[in-house]
């Protein structure tokens, strides 16, 4: 499975943007799918991942962020709303299947300037 992300751009901050991930074949069989971040120097974190219907957050995007999936188009997005300077990284897109490898989709940049 190849998957595409799109969106990422440069806003201020308390603004928003959407991030879509666009799959190459069916994700209904793809039990969990989400978003990572990786901001400079540090590790890559877990942002958004839903798995079988539901949906967890970081705790620092809860209340901010909502993933949603459409499995009719193969897509998921992430509603990112009051983005702040600290939100600035590399978004990933990820597929996991059971007892699969991890898809990860090619990573979209999210700048947010105070």
């Known amino acids: 499975v190849q998957l595409q992300a799109s969106g990422g751009g440069l806003v201020q901050a308390g603004e928003s943007l959407r991030l879509s991930c666009v799959a190459s074949?069916?994700?209904?069989?793809?039990?969990?799918m989400g978003w990572y971040r990786q901001a400079p120097g540090q590790s890559r974190e877990l942002v958004a991942q839903n798995i079988g219907g539901s949906t967890k957050y970081a705790d620092s995007v809860k209340g901010r962020f909502t993933l949603s999936r459409d499995n009719t188009k193969n897509t998921i997005f992430l509603q990112m709303d009051s983005l702040r300077p600290e939100d600035t990284a590399v978004y990933y897109c990820h597929g996991k299947r059971p007892l699969k490898p991890d898809y990860w989709g090619q990573g979209t940049q999210v700048t947010v300037s105070s």
């Open positions: 074949e069916s994700i209904v069989s793809i039990a969990a």
